[in-house]
Nanobody, 124 residues
């Protein structure tokens, strides 16, 4: 059974740092393209970053470029999102998502599996 579990969210001050994790189980992690999405209160869910199965191809949404880093450890079946100098507008529920051997992309409908989300709140 495919399962994704996010962790690491919480309260952080603007300008600080935070690392989110997404633990995968039930399948061969390296065969899946992974993505991070987020949903702020009152807004639609939006793309944050994506990475292919071996970490060679990576894409970021413009608002997070240069501040967030997506990475993966296939030996640990874990996806990460390092957030440097977060801003209050980064406050959202963050979701990880997976698609089997798909190209890394920003369209959420391309992803087949989703975690339950983790809340990240950035205070000013």
């Amino acid at each position: 059974q495919v399962q994704l579990v996010e962790s690491g969210g919480g309260l952080v001050q603007a300008g600080g740092s935070l690392r989110l994790s997404c633990a995968a189980s039930g399948w061969t992690f390296s065969e899946y393209t992974m993505g991070w999405f987020r949903q702020a209160p009152g807004k639609e869910r939006e793309f944050v970053a994506a990475i292919d199965g071996i970490g060679r191809t990576i894409y970021y949404a413009e608002p997070v470029k240069g501040r967030f880093t997506i990475s993966r450890d296939n030996a640990k079946n874990t996806l990460y999102l390092q957030m440097i100098s977060p801003k209050p507008e980064d406050t959202a529920v963050y979701y990880c998502a997976a698609v089997y051997r798909g190209p890394p992309g920003r369209w959420e409908h391309a992803y087949d599996y989703w975690g339950q989300g983790t809340q990240d709140t950035v205070s000013s």
